[in-house]
Structure formats: C-alpha cells, structure tokens
C-alpha cells in the first residue's frame, strides 16, 4: 500500500518561514507529480503548489514568490519552503501524489 506522510508544520509568527516535507514510500516517485493542498479552518481545500516530474512548478497567486516546492528523488521526498508567512496561510497542508493523500501537517500563523 502506497503512503504519504507530511511532517514540518508548526506555530510561527507572521513574517517567519517554514519547510514542510513529504516523504512517500511504495510509489514510483520520480515519474509523478507532487501537489501541496492546504484547508483553512471552515474553508474547503486548496490546491497550493505543484512540482511535476520534470521538476516544473506551479503556485496559486496567493503563495507565488513566497512558497518554493521542490523534490528529491533519491530519496522519494518533497518540500514546501514557505516564507514570509500570514496568518491567511494557516491551516492543515496535505500532499498527494498519484492519487494519495497524506493525513496532513498544521501549519498556523499568529499575528
């Protein structure tokens, strides 16, 4: 059975940085997309960022130039750099990958 498993997420003041990880066993990393979602309190889930097999990125305009997705193939892993953090960027960042979804890491931004 394939598994992803988000670690990273924590409490940090607005303007601080984070690095959330995405660590995924029993699939063929390398010839897939990674996606970041995140779910704010009482809001339904977002997509936030993708990184594609061939290592090209997408961001939604919220998080474009503060958030960096990257990947490590060698060791099936995946990062969200998140910088210049507002209290808008909280709530539980998930990561799928062919189709599975991790149970989630809580990111919360205080003001």
């Not at 990393?29 to 309190?41: D, E, G, I, L, N």
């Not at 189709?99 to 205080?110: A, D, H, K, M």
Request: net charge positive; charged share 20%.
């Amino acid at each position: 059975q394939a598994q992803v498993m988000e670690s990273g997420g924590d409490v940090v003041q607005a303007g601080g940085s984070l690095r959330l990880s995405c660590a995924a066993s029993k699939i063929i990393f390398s010839t897939k997309t990674v996606a970041w979602h995140r779910q704010a309190p009482g809001k339904e889930r977002e997509w936030v960022a993708y990184i594609n097999s061939d290592r090209t990125t997408n961001y939604i305009d919220s998080v474009n130039g503060r958030f960096t997705v990257s990947r490590d193939n060698a060791k099936n892993m995946a990062y969200l750099e998140m910088n210049s953090l507002k209290p808008e960027d909280t709530g539980v960042y998930y990561c799928k990958i062919a189709g599975f979804w991790g149970r989630g890491t809580q990111v919360t931004v205080s003001s």
